[in-house]
């Protein structure tokens, strides 16, 4: 289908120079010409269709997913795609199956606290997928607190084997992805007992779960389904309980990189307590990122659709308005965008530091854990609570089509959502995040000559504690410095509060803390990226970049004015010539709206920066060309339900309570 | 399986007395008993199990629905239920289908709308169910604004008839609940079009869709499945599509009750012009009562698994604490649990105000119209728009399981997302709330004397143009008369700013007034209810409930807190004796908190009064006696996918796979 009008007049009229923009997102041009050449292999390839997949049951999804993972593999040789690429290729197959558990879970787990001597025998196996695994930890009644954890395995000096044991019918392993019907081996988290009945805490154990020979599950293991998903969410994904009846492994299974138990039963502990979170904070990492990329593709859908479809009042040009142009849709679309941009950025800043972290790590060097860990936690909470909602605000935004599986964005919401609870339940991971603040709070104040150069990049916000505030009459909505001010004294302020009331918090209070010195660290990021753009791009490309960080900065201080409102540190607005009386935020809500407002035309070549194809996006009100109405009357013809005019229940229900009916009405002298 | 012991101490701490508080919620005794008499007959009969949906494909869910449908009228004939009975049971069959939108749309346009002569002729065939109608409004093109839709109903004088006509493809219905493979006849909203040429706008016409032999779809009429729904929701509904190609009927099918075409194709006006809008009023009002329902069956689950979870420090008595004692939960559930109870009191008050609209409007008499519409589209956003973030919030507070879909929320949550959008889109309805709204306000200033007498409940707040303010002195935390104030002097203010700014408003104004002037309504209503409870409860039980009903009123400040402070609203912490220049918002946080530790120990009696069954419930969480571990591992048992321990796929896509990677990794010398 031809490009509409509406969809080539917006191309047009966009300043950002689309090419330019995508690097930007990308890293640099490579790394999208890599991402270009995968998909290219892979949308042209019939495993990855994805035009049957809403109508297939729970197990036609799963075995297609074990088709694609199939298929993939043959890709990889085929093309001799390196590992990298391989992961790369697993994500655009955009159907979580339990075999992303082997490469994002258990393989990491493996690699980095797995023996020397372990990694001598699996690791070409694990990296080969000669073996698929599976990463065992949260139990039916135990998640989050994993030090409460009841499997336990125990060190048998006389045969040095380790016995796996669920003691209880709670302690089985439950939600382990690949753990139901995918995965040969796992890697399990149980309490160590040694010989002198000592619980030494959580260890990780290598476990061989399925004979590699007929896949039959192995003597004393009990493995099974733990059930459909909430919203029909990671349907393909094998979810599994696992049990173990005293399980005996070799000793050498332990992953003992960095604790070890001696032949005759004596623990060796780690160097450093939390050596052992490299793998959680690794996933951590990463979800910045694909929150990032996820949002994004939501926001592409609605772009374009809100860009073409029309509706209400009529514009200049005599039709009904771009739904776009309504205040109440691109004041939710926009910011959206502006954070989907952010969190890509910030997930690639991540994962640098995070690869920094693992190389010293890997030598013993735990200097940059404690920063990791406070870093990676407090941006986990941050972005999958934001774009858990972006996703659902943007499917609204879509209107009533949202809500049709062929808008694509239920799909993405229903696999999305358990991001906020795993890998640590946001509302317990702020605990942390509040913890690790507080205690550099404490160690900056209380430092007999407290400096900012020994501030960590996540506790930067405390130099306000020896600088002085920005000037009153300095500030402007227009400078992103301002924002950045405000929401570094903003969680200041929050921070000295807290420590004010330490024993009498309110119940909200570690929410509050951990979202506040979150986004300071995120704005300080900003400036930064501002700098990168404005060193390192063309002059128009720029202006529209800086202008959507600087969105992000103004839309993040609007969703915190009631902190900054209730610590008055919103600047009164009789400093700029308002009325003091008035609505002290109206001046900030303005300033988003004006910059919504010029950033309206820029929004078709900003999503388009996202590089997504249609097949990727797989949602009939995102289509590239904007002929959305076509493409979801062509999706309705593929509904199987479509093929018989009266439904199979007809004679059985439908005919005995229309004759009753008629029956009854005739006493009324009722006729058809 | 015995109560739990945690469960067991819930219930006997409580002070609140479940009957009268049950008797409370439900009206009165005896409606409770109604209710339960149905719930009873239906949980016993296996026509309603529920135990294997989750399991079934959507025409499976689909046939199933039609088998309840035709097993609910064998039960009328049974036990002689009356119509109110009957649409009740179908709620109960806790499944939508299109079946139900002849109950809560056909069925009530037609009574309100269709001519007397048009009535005699099928009121009983539509009571009784002698056809099956459908709905048709909206468009593949059109949905909120009603009047740019496109379907065509042109006059025929020489015939008498009227021809219905879909002009273009995105003039095809869409979205009809019924209309793919249920519904029989129909009433089709279109544009009357006079012999003229004339568009007199839209009009409603009867229109059959089937054969009442065979089914069969009628000629010139187009229908079919418009697909899945987003997160599976309303999977049951056959919603459809419908194109007409110049469809002919007799023109006393037109819904004529108020406007009409003569013979010769003259137009007669409705003698108001927003009369037909009754229907809408209907179901809109009704969103209000059953947005509360559902919130109340998602929070009983959610306290329920809150108080057996145990989990992280230990409490007095040795054991993990129970979860809801933990701030961050009951801070998310309690204020919940009161916004329910609230929405249900709330519900049953519009009900009644609209039996009395319905009953004047019959009679031509218009004069609650205006009030009825104001009053039902605010709280639809506010309802629909609370509701689907509560149950999500709900449902993340469970943690890890209640992702699963054994949690029941999930498919709660999908089923009720799209009250958002249907109805009137949230965001469009908001624009109408502040019409209604800034209308009130001018012709209140505008009065040569204006009386508070005048005031309509809706628009109760403007009492504070004429009244002083409370004295800051008499404001008190522990006073819901202080919150009402409050969210009254919020509602005044930002309207009075919005008129000031009307010509250059900032893009998220609507959204805020609509909400301020609603909740202000909503405020004053629970000041009624408080009077209420006080004058006819128990003493200890009316103290339950007046703290629950508190806890909203500060809860909804808390949530307004932005606007309170940006209007300078809020009273100084200062001049309660506590530090002025620290958090100004500290003191009503710890009322919250406060309130939410008193009110903890009656919360399983509060949710209990819901008097919901497990069959209601359908939550392997939510289960009475406790024992949710228990049910999820039973409920892992009925997942047919545990039926076999190898997966069909195995042969085909995983041992390829894996001997693929054994070969590899033997080339590093890896063997197994």
Request: glycine share 8%; hydrophobic share 40%.
């Amino acid at each position: 289908m031809a490009m509409t009008l509406d969809m080539r007049r917006a191309r047009s009229q966009t300043d950002v120079d689309v090419a330019i923009a995508r690097d930007f997102l990308y890293g640099n041009r490579e790394k999208w010409e890599e991402h270009n050449e995968l998909v290219k292999i892979m949308c042209e390839d019939p495993t990855f269709d994805k035009s049957q997949r809403l109508y297939m049951s729970r197990s036609g999804r799963y075995n297609n997913g074990l088709r694609m993972m199939n298929r993939i593999h043959e890709l990889q040789d085929k093309h001799g795609w390196s590992s990298h690429q391989m992961t790369k290729a697993a994500s655009l197959m955009d159907e979580p199956t339990g075999f992303h558990l082997h490469l994002v879970a258990f393989e990491p787990v493996m690699r980095s606290q797995a023996s020397p001597k372990l990694l001598a025998r699996y690791e070409a196996l694990v990296r080969n997928r000669g073996i698929l695994g599976c990463y065992l930890q949260t139990e039916l009644a135990h998640g989050s607190n994993v030090s409460s954890l009841e499997t336990t395995a125990t060190y048998l000096p006389q045969t040095k084997e380790i016995e796996i044991n669920s003691p209880t019918p709670t302690s089985s392993k439950w939600w382990v992805g690949g753990a139901a019907r995918t995965a040969t081996h796992g890697v399990v988290q149980a309490k160590l007992i040694l010989p002198n009945g000592r619980d030494v805490g959580p260890h990780l154990f290598f476990v061989q779960l399925r004979s590699l020979e007929d896949h039959h599950v192995l003597p004393g293991i009990t493995l099974g389904e733990i059930g459909p998903k909430a919203m029909n969410g990671n349907t393909a994904v094998d979810n599994g309980f696992a049990r173990f009846d005293h399980v005996k492994i070799p000793a050498e299974n332990m992953l003992s990189k960095f604790s070890q138990v001696t032949e005759d039963g004596r623990y060796i502990r780690p160097p450093h307590a939390k050596i052992s979170y490299g793998g959680m904070l690794y996933i951590r990492s990463s979800m910045v990122s694909s929150g990032g990329w996820t949002v994004a593709k939501a926001v592409t859908v609605a772009i374009r659709y809100a860009t073409v479809r029309r509706q209400g009042n009529q514009d200049s040009g005599g039709l009904e308005r771009q739904i776009i142009t309504y205040p109440s849709v691109y004041n939710r679309l926009l910011p959206i965008l502006a954070r989907s941009y952010v969190f890509i950025l910030l997930g690639r800043s991540l994962e640098k530091a995070f690869a920094e972290m693992a190389e010293r790590l890997s030598n013993g060097d735990t200097t940059l854990l404690a920063e990791m860990h406070a870093t990676t936690s407090g941006l986990k909470v941050l972005v999958s609570t934001s774009c858990a909602q972006d996703i659902e605000t943007v499917r609204r935004a879509l209107g009533g089509h949202g809500y049709s599986a062929y808008s694509g964005l239920g799909r993405l919401y229903a696999d999305y959502v358990p991001a906020a609870t795993y890998e640590g339940d946001n509302f317990v991971l702020d605990l942390q995040v509040v913890r690790a603040a507080l205690k550099a709070y404490s160690r900056f104040v209380s430092a007999e000559k407290p400096s900012i150069c020994n501030l960590s990049p996540s506790t930067q916000y405390l130099h306000l504690l020896l600088e002085p505030v920005v000037e009153t009459n300095a500030f402007s909505w227009q400078d992103p410095g301002s924002c950045v001010n405000l929401l570094e004294q903003r969680a200041v302020s929050l921070l000295r509060d807290l420590v004010l009331h330490d024993s009498d918090r309110d119940a909200s209070v570690e929410e509050r803390v951990s979202r506040a010195v979150t986004e300071a660290f995120v704005a300080e990021q900003i400036m930064a990226y501002i700098g990168d753009i404005q060193n390192g791009l063309p002059e128009k490309s720029a202006e529209v970049l800086r202008d959507l960080l600087h969105l992000y900065l103004l839309t993040t201080v609007e969703l915190s004015l009631a902190d900054l409102l209730s610590f008055h540190l919103l600047p009164l607005p009789g400093a700029h010539g308002t009325d003091i009386s008035g609505d002290a935020s109206r001046e900030l809500r303005k300033a988003v709206q004006r910059l919504c407002l010029k950033l309206l035309p820029q929004t078709i070549g900003l999503t388009d920066a996202f590089g997504f194809t249609d097949w990727e996006l797989d949602s009939a009100l995102g289509v590239f060309d904007g002929n959305v109405y076509e493409t979801l009357w062509n999706k309705v013809q593929t509904e199987p339900l479509n093929e018989s005019e009266v439904p199979d229940g007809y004679k059985e229900y439908i005919k005995p309570v229309l004759l009753r009916g008629q029956r009854m009405a005739a006493k009324y002298g009722a006729k058809l």
